[in-house]
């Protein structure tokens, strides 16, 4: 991670399960300037039941019922396939990354030297995977879609303990002695960023609340970023102005094609100009000095004014603020220094609108 905007294009499972669909998404990522393009490990049947259903907009999406399980499975990685993506992630020059949703594929992904491990929201409250992740002792990248602070400060124990100790904790007490310590702290700072976010795709504007970052940094004092699912680019640009350090957004190479999250996704050229937004919101944001730019120099004297003679006045004459008129150009004696004029003898003659000197 570097002090700019760690911006993920988010491939997800928009590859439908093919690879060569994969390759052509890490392209228009690289193409767009992401930083990184991120996929999704999983063995369906250790992520879902054979009974556990679809969300509603899954099923909107696909315009199909059926179970999650069949589904997962028709959008698996083989676990070879991500060595082939992270060769041509490396020929692209963009960083590979992956979700793990099991503990097989976390052990798989941990060994692929990715920028961050990424917990998703919906893993939030599953402690064996937090401490599996913690325990990598990686970067750590936390979803926080669908939680409270409460849901936060928990899973933090749990990565705060995982980060300092192997094994397994003996109890709820342990973990928050861990969390509260200074070590613990220190640890998540360490390693942790925060990302808020609203599990919906799309994500309607009004559930955004994007104030909560805020919240969640002010709460944890961690770095803070933003997974989108919102429609458009805007969301995403309002959320680095308010600070986001990692920016992650989903993304496909059409959203016409058959899948649970294309609908809810940018398209390559929408992609590249949230990108190239975003840097340039990074340079307006400067440094929080308030200080003239250089670019400004040159028009302080054209659009600043000067203390001119408001009519002829004779060398030795007794100044009042009649006299005195403020115009530009300002180069000459500042009005701000006006009522020091004011009593005082000119110290010589000065024509109408001539610039006053003291």
């Known amino acids: 991670m570097t002090d700019r905007t760690f911006i993920i294009a988010e491939a997800g499972v928009n590859h439908n399960g093919s690879l ?90 941990g060994g692929l030297g990715m920028p961050a491990i990424k917990i998703p929201s919906g893993d939030i409250t599953c402690a064996p995977l937090l401490l599996q992740a ?18 936060l400060e928990r899973a933090l124990g749990v990565l705060a303990w995982g980060l300092q100790h192997d094994g397994q904790p003996s109890s709820q007490n342990e973990i928050d002695a861990c969390y509260f310590s200074a070590e613990g702290q220190e640890a998540l700072r360490s390693h942790v960023t925060l990302l808020h976010c609203v599990t919906q795709y799309p994500a309607p504007p009004e559930a955004v609340n994007l104030r909560a970052m805020d919240s969640m940094a002010q709460a944890f004092g961690l770095p803070v970023g933003y997974s989108d699912h919102t429609l458009g680019i805007e969301v995403s640009i309002a959320a680095v102005a308010r600070g986001a350090t990692v920016i992650e957004k989903h993304f496909t190479l059409d959203r016409s094609l058959p899948g649970p999250d294309h609908l809810a996704s940018l398209e390559p050229g929408e992609l590249r100009s949230m990108v190239g937004a975003i840097r340039h919101v990074e340079t307006a944001l400067g440094s929080a000095r308030k200080l003239p730019a250089s670019a400004e120099q040159p028009n302080r004297a054209i659009g600043r004014r000067s203390i001119v003679a408001s009519r002829p006045i004779a060398a030795g004459e007794t100044l009042t603020l009649a006299m005195l008129d403020c ?32």
């Open 134 to 151: 913690a325990q990598l002792r990686q970067r750590l990248l936390v979803s926080s879609g669908m939680s409270t602070l409460t849901d």
């Open 20 to 109: 060569d669909m994969a390759r052509r998404l890490v392209d228009a990522a690289a193409e767009a300037g992401a930083d990184a393009v991120k996929f999704q490990t999983f063995k369906a049947e250790l992520l879902a039941t054979a009974q556990a259903g679809k969300a509603s907009y899954q099923i909107s999406n696909t315009k199909e019922g059926g179970s999650q399980l069949a589904m997962l499975r028709a959008l698996e990685l083989k676990l070879e396939d991500h060595h082939a993506l992270i060769e041509h992630c490396q020929a692209r020059g963009i960083r590979f990354m992956s979700t793990a949703f099991d503990a097989t594929s976390l052990t798989f992904l």
């Open 327 to 358: 115009k530009r150009p300002g180069n000459g004696m500042t009005p701000m220094d006006i009522w020091s004029l004011v009593g005082r003898p000119a110290a010589r003659d000065f024509a109408a609108d001539e610039q006053i000197e003291p």
